[in-house]
């Protein structure tokens, strides 16, 4: 095929051709090889070392450009977020003795075979992952787990509760990260299923 040079407009082949001891295809080129030597293109491939570098950079620059523009930055927003609908699905309060005025003032207790930290930084794993974590817990604030870990809370309470999250939280990690749309549809087992347990401890 023939093409015309988009520098010097001669016409030039585009068929494969022997360069350096290999064969090269030309096909795509919109310069002759005399205005563009094979290799010398501001597009050529890059190493791996520089391709990180070149995304680091862009990463860096959306983050601070986020940050500016909505006084915190995607990540820490993206974790936020995440606890805020898991804390809201779990009835949006200590499920002791109901407490709700912070989000910063609750907690997850683990019932049982704790593998992760649930801090802020575990929020930013897949929904799934979390969703299979907090299955072991119950919401609880700080007052209520102080009280727990010095064993004043009865162990089968909070057994109780931690099964009714479970059944709550059933099927969760199937749906897709939509805190609106999912808080809307587990409203009605919020109700019937953790509250129901806090009232009876009344």
Do not use: W
Not at 85 to 100: A, D, P, S, T
């Amino acid at each position: 095929m023939i093409k015309v040079c988009s520098l010097c407009h001669n016409e030039f082949s585009t068929t494969s051709t022997m360069i350096n001891g290999k064969m090269r295809n030309l096909q795509n080129r919109t310069k002759c090889l005399k205005c563009l030597p094979f290799g010398s293109s501001l597009y050529r491939r890059k190493s791996i070392d520089d391709i990180r570098s070149a995304a680091a950079t862009k990463a860096k620059k959306y983050y601070q450009d986020y940050k500016a523009a909505n006084g915190i930055d995607p990540i820490a927003s993206r974790r936020y977020e995440r606890k805020q609908n898991v804390i809201v699905i779990l009835g949006g309060q200590c499920q002791l003795c109901g407490y709700n005025k912070t989000q910063r003032n609750l907690a997850f207790h683990h019932a049982f075979n704790k593998v992760y930290e649930t801090s802020s930084r575990f929020f930013q794993y897949s929904m799934q992952r979390i969703m299979a974590e907090i299955k072991k817990c119950i919401l609880v604030c700080h007052n209520c787990h102080g009280e727990i870990h010095d064993g004043l809370v009865d162990r089968s309470i909070i057994e109780d509760l931690r099964s009714a999250n479970e059944r709550v939280l059933d099927g969760f990690e199937e749906r897709p990260y939509k805190p609106s749309h999912q808080v809307r549809l587990l409203d009605a087992r919020i109700q019937g299923d953790c509250h129901e347990q806090t009232e009876e401890m009344g």
